[in-house]
């Protein structure tokens, strides 16, 4: 279920067991490529946590762009297409989630991230 409000997109807990199949996988990566989103997800150790993340190229810190990419992290590891590896926008790093553990996905507007 998708709810918009406040320019926000927000999909709410009862959509998580749909989550992972493979259509709404493939929306949230494409949502994380052009957005800064804030997803609430599941830990392995059963704790929830809320991250503001992103795939957007122009966020994530590279050589070019003057940062210092943590270049590697997606090679070192084998593909997993149950797994998203996002850039940690508070964090400045990257992290990974469970995409079948993902309650709540809200598409953050500029204004509300400082990049």
């Not at 795939?55 to 590891?77: C, D, H, W, Y």
Request: hydrophobic fraction near 35%; aromatic fraction near 8%.
């Amino acid at each position: 279920m998708v709810h918009e409000g406040d320019g926000n997109c927000v999909f709410h807990d009862n959509y998580t067991k749909e989550w992972s199949e493979t259509l709404n996988n493939q929306y949230l990566i494409n949502l994380l490529q052009g957005h800064i989103v804030e997803v609430t997800f599941t830990k392995v150790d059963g704790t929830e946590r809320v991250m503001k993340c992103t795939l957007r190229e122009n966020v994530i810190p590279t050589p070019e762009n003057g940062g210092m990419q943590q270049s590697g992290f997606k090679a070192k590891r084998q593909a997993n297409p149950n797994v998203a590896a996002v850039w940690d926008v508070e964090a400045s790093g990257w992290r990974s989630f469970r995409l079948d553990s993902v309650k709540d996905v809200v598409v953050l507007l500029e204004e509300e991230v400082a990049v």
